[in-house]
């Protein structure tokens, strides 16, 4: 068999930069990646200061105050903490690219997004161009729960939406056709926190992790680790919390409207593992198989989330880097990472990336397989 | 014996079928000194390459007559301790450029692409060195600093130039593709080009190479011509200028053929030989090169007219000849000349200028035919066969002759200028003929019809590879296994290790690992201590960082230590035997059916034995020791030692020791494509 289906991962994933201009109402940000993509999911992050990390996604709909905020427990749409409909956001997606749109607010109304010199970033996937399946649960049988599903099979990717209905072990289909190895989840409707699920410890006694915090991994025995269940996702559902904490209810399942966003593993264009730090700057190698675009770790003991990119870091050492779970504008020393054709390779002592000892949890996407099915080999960076 | 298999196969696109394998420990390097000074200026350097040992000073390219001598006059392109790219130049010890890369080359599992463009005469500062890697030009550099304007490199100079060395600092890695253009300043899209899903390849270079440009593909293709003999030409005793025979033409089909040649297509040169006419026969052709039509349909030769006068023949869409202002006769021994270059051409007999013309034998530079150059006669009916007796013949890429001289009387010795050389000194009636001049072959073979060839040192057959930009082969990666004691010592081009600590774990994997597929590898072991030897696989999501992984799950070794099958940790109860120094142990790593066998010397030891279950994902590869100093020697199809048999798998990729059992491949990017 063909050592990957996805020779050219631009046409699933992009990343852009740009710097702002000042715009007077709508801007489109085109990608530079060898593929046209339209995205589905755009997640921004300010460069230089401390707005952005905001979510926005084709099947809740791009727009004013559709964002969800990646550093904090926010609702979507927050308006009393972050105002996109008055400072700027994602509008539409464009054939390649997206679209940002002044806000409402006279003086501030390009704040989020398009300031005039601000230097911005966004990574973006494509589900299915926005069209949505929904599953009837009761009718198909397949979870206990509805979902409205748009799934991207062939690069491992979904988009699902459901209404919570507060009771244990309920199920949603996630329409990936595969089991999900990495699983955010937010409740829209209440302010809590961010879920991780990741396929090291969904269903085992340790269940979550905070997309938006940077304590450890919670453990299903205590509140905070409850919102998965202890049984791991499947090809076709995931399941939701029950655990000896009893606050199923919290995050995952509440009676509010959520969102998931789903991810596996697909050879040669995504890899989703864990390493282990060795607490020296000739740091871990970790093999993907193929050329790094886009990398997010976690030290499972506790610390912030990092993320690198080939846009804003396109030469190694890797060493600018973001944060989900903060506020705080990118990084530019202290953690160098080389990200390489075959993996990366932790150039660091940071405890944020290589403890020793410490397992770190990662997700990683391709700029281009390692080698091609036609048998183009990637070059080195 | 060493056996080198054959070229990578083409499976569409520009390929490149060698490389060569720098070795640093072995002070491996090639070098060549132009005869005169080129373009020291404008020019552009090409190559891609692959990184072995990291953190050490290693020079791709340098030029310069002095190093180290308390002036310095050097021009160099290196790696340095950090990983960065400089190129850098010295004058009389004083820095006359300097631009370091703020990004790092220490990705050593596939290949880069570098090109450096000099033009020291653009009025842009910035625009004087050009660095492009993998097809993008580099703009954030550590250090800046360009030459003055104008400034004389030391590259294309008439001083020594350097592939790998200068004073040390030898390349450890390796190097394909290699082109040098004297003159111009090119971009990247000469020599690379983004295929369909965005990734840079490398692309055939058309364009021409100036005097002192080459194009090295360590194809280790000899460059001595082939001489093919045609009618009754042999050598002769009848008559003879230098040595016991001369060749002998009878003027009917008569001739020798040089297949492929480019001997007449550099921008300048000489052409020479002793003749002794036997018959004046009109338009008789001493030598014929057909026409290369690239060019425009050009063509030449060098005929004897029925009066004895001698014609230089070029037709370019019109015909002109450079006559002789005397004749030749009949019945004696007559030395002929032409020589030209970008003034014109010129005809000499006997040593005196016999004729000028400014039109030169130049249209034909760089035509890239590859035509077969006649002696003796052309080849279609309307040419017209020499009948005369031939000695000493020699084509040049200079120009020999600026004024009047004493031809030679006694055999030439080839030079690094001498593209042809044929002697006659043999035997009565022999027909056999023999090109005296260029090398006899070897990876320093410059194959842009320049002749520039480099001279290798500490650099043999087995270090040209077809580990290639188009065929990545895995090798042991030293970027991972690491621990508190330090890592092995890496050598040739990362296919061999060495324990360097005794009494302590090391552990390595490859640079590729497998998901499917069927693969197959070889490991000799030749030095060190014979115990503590493991060799297998590891599922690649399991670290290798930190000791004693031998005791780790999701692995599965070849336990030399009672020669037992050491599986997530454990031993089984099965003594397979165990090695002796010397030996080849094969692998044989079965993932559609997670199933590995291992072989000794050929001779199976474990059959098809089951993978650990908990080898879920990517199998890698992987390499414990804990033995004093003992030494792996990886043969994934790219041995850095010599191969007596020569083995590949089903599609042609590899050379391995013992035969490759049947399905399995070479674990190289062209089958991981179409297998992993």
């Not at chain 2, 030293?478 to 060495?498: A, D, R």
């Not at chain 2, 397979?576 to 072989?599: P, R």
Request: aromatic share 12%; glycine share 10%; proline share 2%.
């Amino acid at each position: 068999m063909a050592y990957t289906d996805i020779d050219d991962p631009s046409k699933h994933f992009q990343s852009v930069i740009w710097t702002g201009n000042g715009a007077s109402d709508t801007r489109t940000i085109s990608f530079d990646g060898n593929s046209d993509m339209q995205p589905d999911w755009v997640w921004h992050k300010q460069r230089n200061d401390t707005y952005g990390n905001h979510v926005f996604d084709s099947s809740r709909g791009f727009g004013a105050n559709k964002e969800l905020i990646t550093r904090g427990n926010f609702v979507e749409g927050d308006t009393s903490n972050f105002n996109t409909g008055a400072n700027g956001y994602v509008s539409a997606a464009a054939s390649d690219g997206f679209v940002v749109k002044k806000g409402t607010n006279s003086s501030n109304g390009n704040r989020y997004i398009n300031e005039s010199n601000d230097t911005h970033v966004a990574w973006c996937w494509k589900a299915n161009g926005g069209t949505t399946t929904t599953n009837d649960a009761s009718s198909t049988s397949v979870g206990t729960i509805d979902s409205v599903i748009q799934a991207n099979t062939e690069a491992g990717f979904s988009i699902v939406t459901y209404t919570g209905n507060a009771t244990d072990n309920a199920q949603f289909a996630h329409g990936l056709g595969a089991t999900p190895e990495w699983i955010l989840i937010k409740n829209r409707d209440t302010n809590v926190d961010w879920t991780m699920g990741h396929t090291d410890f969904m269903g085992s006694s340790a269940e979550n992790i905070r997309w938006n915090g940077s304590s450890a991994v919670a453990s299903a025995d205590s509140a905070a680790g409850s919102h998965f269940s202890r049984n791991a996702p499947s090809s076709t559902v995931v399941t939701l919390g029950n655990g000896a904490g009893g606050d199923f209810s919290t995050d995952t399942n509440q009676a509010d409207a959520h969102v998931a966003y789903c991810f596996r593993s697909v050879q040669g264009y995504s890899k989703i593992g864990t390493y282990v730090g060795n607490g020296n700057a000739d740091g871990t190698f970790i093999y993907t198989g193929f050329k790094i675009a886009w990398l997010i770790t976690r030290k499972s003991t506790g610390n912030n989330w990092i993320i690198m990119d080939n846009k804003v870091s396109p030469n190694n050492p890797s060493s600018i880097y973001a944060r989900s779970d903060t506020a705080e504008a990118e990084g530019t020393s202290g953690l160098d990472i080389d990200m390489l054709s075959n993996g990366f390779k932790i150039r660091t002592t940071s405890a944020a990336a290589n403890s020793n000892n410490v397992k770190y949890y990662f997700m990683a996407f391709a700029e281009h397989p390692f080698v091609s099915s036609k048998g183009v080999p990637t070059t080195a960076r | 014996m060493v056996a080198i298999l054959g070229a990578n196969s083409v499976s569409g696109g520009y390929e490149i079928d060698n490389s060569l394998r720098f070795n640093d420990g072995d002070a491996s390097r090639l070098a060549f000194t132009p005869d005169g000074a080129g373009d020291r200026d404008t020019f552009t350097i090409s190559l891609w390459f692959k990184r072995g040992v990291l953190g050490s000073e290693q020079r791709l390219f340098s030029a310069g007559p002095s190093l180290g001598t308390s002036n310095n006059n050097i021009s160099s392109v290196r790696l340095q301790n950090n990983d960065q790219l400089i190129i850098f130049g010295e004058i009389s010890q004083s820095v006359s450029f300097t631009l370091q890369t703020n990004r790092v080359f220490r990705d050593s599992s596939a290949w880069y692409h570098i090109v450096v463009a000099f033009d020291t005469e653009n009025g842009t500062a910035a625009n004087r060195i050009k660095l492009y890697v993998n097809g993008v030009q580099e703009s954030s550099f550590s250090t800046a600093n360009y030459m003055s304007q104008n400034v004389d490199t030391f590259f294309n100079a008439a001083n020594v130039h350097n592939i790998s060395y200068t004073g040390g600092n030898y390349f450890d890695g390796y190097i394909a593709e290699f082109n040098s253009i004297d003159g111009q300043q090119l971009a990247p899209s000469d020599f690379g080009e983004t295929d369909d899903n965005g990734v840079w390849i490398p692309k055939e270079y058309t364009g021409s190479y100036g005097t002192n440009g080459f194009y090295l593909d360590f194809s280790n293709d000899a460059t001595k011509h082939a001489i093919a003999v045609v009618g009754n030409a042999k050598h002769s005793t009848t008559q003879n200028k230098i040595g016991a025979t001369s060749i002998s033409f009878d003027g009917n089909g008569d001739r020798l053929d040089i297949p492929a040649s480019k001997l007449m297509e550099t921008d300048s040169g000489t052409i020479e030989c002793w003749v002794y006419m036997n018959a004046l026969v009109d338009g008789s052709e001493l030598y014929y090169h057909p026409p290369i039509y690239a060019k425009g349909n050009v063509y030449q030769s060098l005929t004897v007219r029925a009066n004895g006068k001698v014609a230089s023949h070029l037709y370019t869409g019109s015909v002109n000849d450079l006559v002789s202002a005397n004749a030749i006769s009949t019945g004696e021994w007559v030395h002929l000349a032409v020589t030209w270059n970008d003034a014109g051409r010129k005809i000499w007999i006997n040593g005196v200028l016999n004729g000028t013309s400014d039109v030169s034998l130049t249209a034909m530079d760089a035509g890239g035919n590859n035509a077969t150059f006649h002696i003796g006669e052309g080849t279609a009916d309307s040419h017209t066969g020499l009948n005369a007796y031939v000695d000493e013949l020699r084509v040049s890429k200079i120009v020999r002759y600026t004024s009047n001289f004493t031809p030679y009387t006694s055999a030439l010795t080839e030079d690094s200028n001498t593209t042809l050389l044929i002697h006659s000194d043999t035997d009565n009636n022999s027909t056999t003929f023999t090109d005296s001049s260029g090398v006899i072959g070897g990876p320093g073979n410059d194959q842009s019809g320049n002749e520039n060839h480099y001279t290798p040192f500490a650099l043999g057959a087995t270090d040209v590879t077809t580990d290639t930009p188009t065929n990545n082969f895995a090798t042991f990666n030293p970027l991972g296994g690491i621990n508190s004691s330090g890592k092995w010592t890496f050598s040739e081009g990362n296919t061999q290790i060495q324990q360097n600590n005794n009494n302590n774990w090391r552990a390595t994997g490859s640079t590729m690992a497998v998901a499917n597929g069927k693969w197959y590898w070889e490991i000799e072991f030749d030095a060190g201590t014979m115990s503590h030897i493991f060799v297998g696989v590891h599922d690649s999501d399991v670290s290798l960082e930190g000791t004693n992984r031998w005791v780790a799950g999701s692995t599965l070794f070849y336990n030399h230590e009672g020669g037992e099958i050491r599986q997530d940790g454990t031993n089984t109860t099965a003594d397979y035997g165990v090695l002796t120094a010397g030996d080849i142990l094969g692998v044989a790593l079965n993932m559609d059916d997670k199933q590995i066998s291992f072989y000794d010397n050929g001779n199976a030891i474990v059959s098809n034995f089951a993978l650990s279950s908990s080898i879920t994902g990517f199998a890698m590869p992987t390499f414990l020791a804990y033995s004093s100093n003992v030494v792996y020697k990886v043969n994934f199809g790219n041995p850095a030692f010599g191969i007596s048999s020569g083995n590949s798998d089903a599609n042609g990729h590899g050379n391995f020791e013992y035969a490759v059992p049947s399905g399995y491949f070479a674990l190289c990017s062209k089958n991981l494509a179409e297998f992993g």
